[in-house]
T-cell receptor, first 116, second 114 residues
Framework: DAGITQSPRHKVTETGTPVTLRCHQTENHRYMYWYRQDPGHGLRLIHYSYGVKDTDKGEVSDGYSVSRSKTEDFLLTLESATSSQTSVYFC?????FGGGENTEAFFGQGTRLTVV | DAKTTQPPSMDCAEGRAANLPCNHSTISGNEYVYWYRQIHSQGPQYIIHGLKNNETNEMASLIITEDRKSSTLILPHATLRDTAVYYCIVRVAGAGGGADGLTFGKGTHLIIQP
């Protein structure tokens, strides 16, 4: 299994509080991604990173920010959590992007976040 | 990226080969076919990918038709642990710029029966 650790694995937080989820990899892969998964919507990309300090928005980035100060860590922050952000969050990594060699993505085990 | 169509669910007997079809009739010449699966409550797991030749690895085989409009993922000897949602995805080679996320549709829920 790819060396990806997400923390925490479960969190319950109150509406309006900031929350930070961490993704840590030991594979030295360049690309890192944050997804959320909700019933009826499948996996949706929130933000991704293509290198240290290089990040970009995905499909559902509103209300989220990210940071990548080291190759191995990609942080997802909910600036002011809302109930609509209750979801399962997955981190993924890949050596390259798009289609072709070394582009397969490896996923973490997920973080279940509940905003009450 | 081209869209894919998969049956919503399939059953397969344990020990038999599971053949999961995927239709990608609008695929273009530089798009690869990828398969992932997601076992309940776990993160998606990469299985295999290919461009036009058939591919095999320790998990599965991927058969792509000559016109590339469809493909089949084959799990040669299915076990109960193969029960999962299987996603077929197509991706452009060397895509750059914009959001490079995988687009997961609804997939096929494969149920392995004992």
């Amino acid at each position: 299994d790819a060396g990806i650790t997400q923390s925490p694995r479960h969190k319950v937080t109150e509406t309006g509080t900031p929350v930070t989820l961490r993704c840590h990899q030991t594979e030295n892969h360049r690309y890192m991604y944050w997804y959320r998964q909700d019933p009826g919507h499948g996996l949706r990309l929130i933000h991704y990173s293509y290198g240290v300090k290089d990040t970009d928005k995905g499909e559902v980035s509103d209300g989220y920010s990210v940071s990548r100060s080291k190759t191995e860590d990609f942080l997802l922050t909910l600036e002011s959590a809302t109930s609509s952000q209750t979801s399962v969050y997955f981190c993924a990594i890949s050596r390259s992007f798009g289609g072709g060699e070394n582009t397969e993505a490896f996923f973490g085990q997920g973080t279940r976040l509940t905003v009450v | 990226d081209a869209k894919t169509t998969q049956p919503p669910s399939m059953d397969c007997a344990e020990g038999r080969a599971a053949n999961l079809p995927c239709n990608h009739s609008t695929i273009s010449g530089n798009e690869y076919v990828y398969w992932y699966r997601q076992i309940h409550s776990q993160g998606p797991q990469y299985i295999i990918h290919g461009l036009k030749n058939n591919e095999t690895n320790e998990m599965a085989s991927l058969i792509i038709t000559e016109d590339r409009k469809s493909s089949t993922l084959i799990l040669p000897h299915a076990t109960l642990r193969d029960t999962a949602v299987y996603y077929c995805i197509v991706r452009v080679a060397g895509a750059g710029g914009g959001a490079d996320g995988l687009t997961f549709g609804k997939g096929t829920h494969l149920i392995i029966q004992p």
